[in-house]
């Protein structure tokens, strides 16, 4: 595989999954309003993927971008591993998207500036999606966290449970390396400091402790992954797989 | 899903610039910002508008049924109320 066909597709499994994994709260919101909301920024999110994985497929020259996100094993998935990680309650649920939505700001933000033009005009569309996402998600955050002490006690926990996935975001290996000499690619150790600043001040206003960076996970990169990722693409590819010439 | 209890707001939204806000429907939030993004995901998903107002529901004043007959009655047959009775000039277009 080509160093940007790769590179591009961690990107598009990354929103893929995460859309994946939000869609599974189609009917299942704590509120109708609050149904449509996460069901919109799954939405954004495969929007996303969509634009990435046939950008990928070009890049492929050889499989299309449906045959790319559903004829993979979980090996070949390149998504960060924060995003495979289940919905549990609302809360855990919001939590990791905040930590996620405050990573893709400044991600995509600085891929925006990318000398690959496609990747730029998909960091820049993605940007103003990812933005009132970031902004639906800090302000749940707040709510929670400085809401009753139960929901303070509750996201607290969800907040300490996700935290050994953050450390992913910033890591860079070799590819990273190679794209970033190249103005392709982002710096990830660079958003650190940023990603700080604003998880910090939404985590204050919602009265929560920042947990202490511990053991970090990590493995995405080379496609290892933990266990709910197969769970997630037994459920998206199943279609596909079983029905390989049905139309949708 | 479990039983709404939170607050009722009225949407109202703007569809371009310089027109009237029209009354769209309602949303359940527990604040104003909420009511905002709640509204913004459920109204306006396919372009309808570039301005969007929310308005607590008990915030809003409404005449009830019941008093339509003397709210609405009288005025039905005024028709001196309704400018009729003028002659146009044949200059005059589009009135």
């Not at chain 1, 820049?124 to 809401?147: F, P, Q």
């Not at chain 1, 050994?164 to 103005?183: A, H, P, Q, R, S």
């Not at chain 2, 508008?49 to 339509?68: A, F, L, Q, R």
Request: hydrophobic share 35%; aromatic share 10%; charged share 25%.
């Amino acid at each position: 595989m080509k160093d940007l066909e790769k590179y591009t597709l961690r990107i598009a499994d990354t929103s893929l999954i995460l859309a994946q994994r939000l869609s599974e709260w189609c009917s299942n919101g704590p509120t109708l309003e609050e149904d449509i909301a996460l069901s919109n920024i799954s939405l954004d999110l495969f929007g996303q993927a969509n634009g990435l994985l046939d950008y990928v497929s070009k890049l492929n020259g050889e499989k299309s971008a449906d045959e790319i996100a559903f004829k993979r094993n979980e090996r070949q998935f390149y998504n960060l591993q924060i995003c495979e990680q289940e919905n549990g309650h609302f809360g855990d649920t919001i939590i990791r998207q905040f930590l996620c939505d405050s990573y893709f700001k400044l991600f995509y933000s600085s891929l925006a500036n990318s000398k690959d033009e496609i990747l730029s005009a998909i960091a820049n569309k993605s940007l103003k999606e990812v933005e009132y996402h970031l902004r639906h998600s800090s302000n749940w955050v707040i709510r929670l966290g400085d809401g009753t002490k139960e929901s303070n006690q509750k996201i607290q926990t969800s907040l300490n449970q996700i935290w050994k996935f953050t450390g992913e975001f910033f890591e860079m290996d070799e590819l990273d390396n190679i794209m970033l000499k190249k103005n392709i690619g982002v710096d990830n150790n660079n958003l650190k400091e940023e990603w700080d600043l604003i998880v910090n001040k939404t985590l204050k206003q919602a009265k929560l402790t920042r947990p202490n960076d511990g053991y970090m996970m990590n493995g995405s990169k080379q496609g290892l992954h933990t266990e709910y990722l197969g769970k997630i693409l037994a459920q998206m590819q199943y279609l596909p797989r079983a029905y390989p010439d049905a139309k949708w | 899903m479990k039983k709404n209890k939170s607050t009722v707001w009225e949407v109202f939204i703007q569809s371009k610039n310089g027109l009237a806000h029209k009354h769209f429907g309602n949303v359940h939030a527990e604040d104003k910002e909420m009511a905002l993004q709640n509204a913004r995901d459920l109204y306006t998903r396919r372009n309808e508008g570039s301005c969007i107002w929310v308005v607590k529901s008990e915030h809003i004043v409404s005449s009830v049924p019941d008093d339509e007959d003397s709210f609405f009655d009288p005025s039905n047959d005024k028709v001196y109320r309704h400018p009729t009775f003028y002659k146009m000039p044949d200059g005059a277009k589009h009135i």
